[in-house]
């Protein structure tokens, strides 16, 4: 990517573009305690056009979060609780037989709408999750005969406990790659948690009002490429993939037989996307190494195979990968 004449041109139209996150983060604080970091990651998706998966025990603020920032978007939200009956239909929608005329209909179903919650994803079968994989991918309904395109910003946030495997139907691996991000949510603080049985027993409920426009958050999608990512980002991302494919080529032969297969290309370019994302979040026009870092954890966790020495061992994704940002450097 070529360098841009003036860097400090750059950075002053980013921060322009970037002045509707501060009352965007104020009106989600009325009611988000905590999870700052989740939310940059719901940002980064919206921003990224990319969906997140999130993955944490029950009750930590997953379906607040994402309700809470499609009221701040005065955005379309639809939550699917995933059931092993659910049907694909159940999901895209389907065809309605008219009797009166002979004719069919479509009546569409929840996915179409600006946020999709799909609460625990992994309870759903096969059919189901490759109806919702089309949407994903291609930003598209098929129903019948007819495609149907979605509407812009299309998000899914997807959500799965870590803990309960029992009548689960675990993500295939082409799926997992769709996903921008999978975001570990963990517990809050004492205090953080202590602010929120405050909230909780409160008199009134605080009210979400919408701060941002859908257009505002498409002009800022256009922002974030502008922002520049220099050749020696470009390799520093793809060493960083690289050593998760051929860790002996980076001096960490110790990670090859725990790794059943790497990262794929699309890590490279959603770790790109995601780093110049977390650069808009701050205000600035280029990308610098700790955005990489920063990232990379979400980005490659779910894109690389553990094998069964690494389970043996109880040798974790995130571990590998600690590893290998610790071992990888900028030139």
Do not use: W
């Amino acid at each position: 990517m070529q360098a841009p004449t003036d860097i400090a041109a750059l950075n002053e139209q980013i921060r322009r573009e970037a002045a509707f996150l501060e009352p965007l983060r104020a009106e989600t604080a009325k009611v988000l305690v905590g999870q700052e970091r989740m939310m940059e990651r719901l940002l980064i998706g919206l921003l990224c056009k990319g969906h997140v998966l999130l993955e944490g025990m029950p009750g930590l603020a997953k379906t607040l979060a994402i309700k809470t920032l499609a009221q701040a978007f005065d955005a379309h939200f639809s939550r699917i609780q995933f059931t092993p009956d659910l049907l694909p239909a159940d999901l895209i929608g389907t065809q309605v037989y008219n009797p009166s005329n002979a004719t069919f209909s479509v009546r569409k179903g929840p996915v179409f709408a600006h946020f999709v919650l799909a609460d625990e994803i992994n309870r759903a079968p096969a059919k189901v999750q490759s109806a919702l994989l089309e949407a994903m991918q291609e930003r598209q309904v098929t129903i019948g005969n007819e495609s149907f395109r979605l509407e812009e910003p299309f998000l899914v946030l997807a959500t799965q406990n870590p803990i309960e495997q029992e009548g689960t139907y675990p993500l295939p691996e082409a799926q997992l790659d769709r996903f921008l991000m999978k975001v570990l949510v963990d517990y809050p603080e004492r205090s953080e948690e202590r602010e929120i049985i405050r909230r909780n027993l409160a008199a009134e409920e605080p009210e979400i009002r919408p701060v941002v426009s859908i257009q505002t958050l498409l002009q800022a999608r256009q922002a974030v490429r502008l922002v520049y990512v220099d050749e020696k980002i470009e390799s520093y991302i793809l060493d960083i993939v690289g050593a998760t494919r051929y860790p002996a080529r980076y001096q960490l032969p110790q990670l090859a037989p725990l790794l059943e297969f790497g990262a794929s290309p699309r890590a490279a370019v959603a770790m790109a996307h995601s780093a110049r994302a977390t650069a808009f979040l701050q205000g600035r026009g280029y990308v610098i190494p700790e955005d990489v870092r920063a990232v990379a954890p979400d980005v490659m966790r779910h894109r690389i195979g553990l094998s069964y020495e690494a389970e043996a061992e109880q040798v974790s994704a995130d571990t590998l990968l600690r590893e290998v940002l610790n071992a990888i450097t900028i030139l």
